[in-house]
């Protein structure tokens, strides 16, 4: 696919702050972190910023913005409304979850229990994210059982990241930078998996499947369709060469795991902002990267009529 920076974008802030709300969600109400209005103020708003803003950047990439509402009436078939439904519900019970315990200082009750549920939808709203593209059957590199686990767990890695660089501004934090690095590995390995899936598995279709002539013998295309680049080959047949790939795949590698790793296993034990901050940048530059390639190495089979041998 094309990567629309929109949509990369989308994925990558979404994820990070529907992420951030799960873990605020979850930890206020069982007393996890500091029930201050500071620490409330500053970790509700990045959650909600991020997360709006990567809805809105989805909306915009749009071609007819102004028709977007009605994708929210086909929940009961399509993961994208259903992903657009969650990501409104979710801010509802967020709000009161907010106003309750920067407003009035509550966070047990009621308002906690608003507060998980915002953390339910939120993860909901991943979920329903990520098996957009694990549905779509057309894309091998999208189809497969390693997408859903990856997109949770690096939202979750997002959240703790950000996660354990708010947290210390209030407190010194030991749970938190430990559930990290484990959430981190977690995220790597899925990440690795899925990449080492897509490089080694066998691609489903070919001209000869697509056409169903392979049983008379070899088959290919007597022509293209067309003699310059259209849109079918714009948004679903990019190319990007190996050592690009390669050269991305070790920034993501770098950037998204490998830094963050070192940077909070030395906040850990240096009680360092600094160290924390620096986990958190590189994170979103190497999140940044990974998405880019998730939309860059993947193949739409119609390609096949382009002139792909397999996809």
């Given at each position: 696919?094309?990567?629309?920076l929109?949509?990369?974008?989308?994925?990558?802030?979404?994820?990070?702050?529907?992420?951030?709300?799960?873990?605020?969600?979850?930890?206020?109400?069982?007393?996890?972190?500091?029930?201050?209005?500071g620490?409330?103020?500053?970790?509700?708003?990045?959650?909600?910023?991020?997360?709006?803003a990567?809805?809105?950047?989805?909306?915009?990439?749009?071609?007819?913005?102004?028709?977007?509402?009605r994708?929210?009436?086909?929940?009961?078939?399509?993961?994208?409304?259903?992903?657009?439904?969650?990501?409104?519900?979710?801010?509802?019970?967020?709000?009161?979850?907010?106003?309750?315990?920067?407003?009035?200082?509550?966070?047990?009750?009621?308002?906690?229990l608003?507060g998980?549920?915002?953390?339910?939808?939120?993860?909901?709203?991943?979920?329903?994210?990520?098996?957009?593209?694990?549905?779509?059957?057309?894309?091998?590199?999208?189809?497969?059982?390693w997408?859903l686990?990856?997109?949770?767990?690096?939202?979750?890695?997002?959240?703790?990241?950000?996660?354990?660089?708010?947290?210390?501004?209030?407190?010194?934090?030991?749970?938190?930078?430990?559930?990290?690095?484990?959430?981190?590995?977690?995220?790597?390995?899925?990440?690795?998996?899925?990449?080492?899936?897509?490089?080694?598995?066998?691609?489903?279709?070919?001209v000869?499947?697509?056409?169903?002539?392979?049983?008379?013998?070899?088959?290919?295309?007597?022509?293209?369709?067309?003699?310059?680049?259209?849109?079918?080959?714009?948004?679903?047949?990019?190319?990007?060469?190996?050592?690009?790939?390669?050269?991305?795949?070790?920034?993501?590698r770098?950037?998204?795991?490998?830094?963050?790793?070192?940077a909070t296993?030395?906040?850990?034990?240096?009680?360092?902002?600094?160290?924390?901050?620096?986990?958190?940048?590189?994170a979103?530059?190497?999140?940044?990267?990974?998405?880019?390639?998730?939309?860059?190495?993947?193949?739409?089979?119609?390609?096949?009529?382009?002139?792909?041998?397999?996809?």
């Open positions: 696919m094309h990567p629309a929109s949509i990369v974008f989308f994925t990558t802030a979404s994820g990070a702050g529907f992420g951030l709300l799960v873990l605020t969600g979850i930890a206020v109400p069982l007393g996890l972190v500091p029930q201050n209005f620490f409330g103020f500053v970790a509700l708003a990045t959650a909600t910023v991020l997360a709006a990567g809805l809105l950047s989805s909306f915009l990439h749009l071609g007819r913005p102004e028709r977007a509402w994708a929210f009436s086909q929940w009961r078939t399509s993961w994208l409304s259903r992903e657009g439904v969650l990501s409104v519900l979710t801010f509802i019970p967020a709000a009161v979850f907010g106003i309750g315990w920067l407003l009035f200082g509550r966070t047990s009750g009621f308002v906690g608003c998980i549920l915002a953390a339910a939808l939120a993860i909901g709203t991943v979920y329903c994210t990520g098996m957009i593209y694990r549905s779509l059957k057309p894309i091998h590199q999208w189809h497969n059982r997408v686990p990856n997109y949770l767990a690096l939202a979750l890695m997002a959240g703790f990241l950000l996660l354990d660089l708010i947290v210390r501004f209030w407190a010194l934090p030991v749970a938190i930078p430990v559930l990290t690095l484990i959430v981190v590995g977690l995220a790597w390995w899925t990440k690795e998996r899925y990449w080492r899936f897509i490089d080694t598995s066998s691609a489903p279709s070919t000869a499947s697509a056409t169903g002539l392979g049983r008379r013998g070899a088959v290919r295309m007597l022509e293209p369709p067309n003699t310059e680049e259209n849109y079918l080959l714009k948004e679903m047949g990019y190319r990007i060469a190996r050592k690009h790939r390669l050269r991305l795949r070790f920034i993501a770098a950037a998204a795991f490998a830094v963050p790793l070192v296993l030395v906040a850990l034990f240096a009680m360092s902002i600094i160290a924390a901050a620096v986990a958190v940048l590189s979103a530059l190497g999140l940044l990267v990974e998405r880019w390639l998730f939309f860059a190495e993947a193949k739409h089979t119609v390609t096949l009529y382009y002139g792909a041998a397999t996809v």
